[in-house]
């Protein structure tokens, strides 16, 4: 299974943007990169998605290289609500989780 | 809508006894996934179902065993239970096969003394 190298925590502050990188040199041609995040007691909460093209929707945006070998998950206004686990996930027929970022947000 | 729910919510059983986890998942979704989520880790693919068809299964012992319903609820069953099975027990649901976004429950915590 293809794998993804996140770090393992990030800190920002409330209103600032968050760029949460994430490393998938394996990557084949048909892996959609996802992103998930897991609030705290909770079961984890889809972000984001894309295959070649940058992608935006409501919660983020996702910026990928343009050799697919990395990615980065873009929060503009990072806010307290957004402190959780950021997973960057390869998928193919299922979901394989890494460790992920815990991501701090300081009011 | 009614998001993925799961039942129960907590569950504390004893060392070689069995137990079965219970999914309903969002309506019109056909695709099931279980995930097992240790302490401290990101949750671990065990299965997958879609129109009642195991579709995928993760590296789990033959003791880990579930099902698909024709109304696409699903069950997770464990037997003969084991300390590290203890663990947060995750289901998610899609619309299909080629729908990537999935949804969880909220998960059972299952503990084994």
């Known amino acids: 299974d293809a794998k993804t190298t996140q770090p393992n925590s990030m800190e920002s502050n409330e209103e600032e943007p968050v760029h949460l990188p994430c490393n998938h040199s394996?990557?084949?041609?048909?892996?959609?990169i996802h992103w998930y995040r897991q609030l705290p007691s909770q079961g984890p909460e889809y972000v984001i998605h894309?295959?070649?093209s940058n992608v935006n929707n409501r919660m983020a945006s996702l910026a990928i290289a343009e050799d697919r070998k990395s990615s980065t998950l873009i929060l503009h206004r990072a806010t307290l609500r957004d402190a959780a686990v950021y997973y960057c996930i390869l998928e193919t027929d299922k979901l394989i989780f890494g460790t992920g970022t815990r991501l701090q947000v300081f009011p | 809508d009614a998001g993925v729910t799961q039942s129960p919510t907590h569950l504390i059983k004893t060392r070689g006894q069995q137990v079965t986890l219970r999914c309903s998942p969002i309506s019109g979704h056909k695709s099931v996934s279980w995930y097992q989520q240790v302490l401290g880790q990101g949750p671990q693919f065990i299965f997958q179902?879609?129109?009642?068809?195991?579709?995928g299964r993760g590296n789990f012992p033959d003791r880990f065993s579930a099902r698909q319903f024709p109304n696409y609820s699903s069950e997770l069953n464990v037997n003969a239970l084991l300390l590290g099975d203890s663990a947060l027990y995750l289901c998610?649901?899609?619309?299909?096969?080629?729908?990537?976004?999935?949804?969880f429950g909220p998960g059972t915590r299952l503990t084994v003394t």
């Open positions: 998610a649901s899609r619309r299909g096969l080629q729908v990537y976004e999935q949804y």
């Open positions: 179902y879609y129109e009642k068809e195991e579709r």
């Open positions: 394996t990557i084949s041609g048909t892996d959609y």
């Open positions: 894309g295959l070649t």
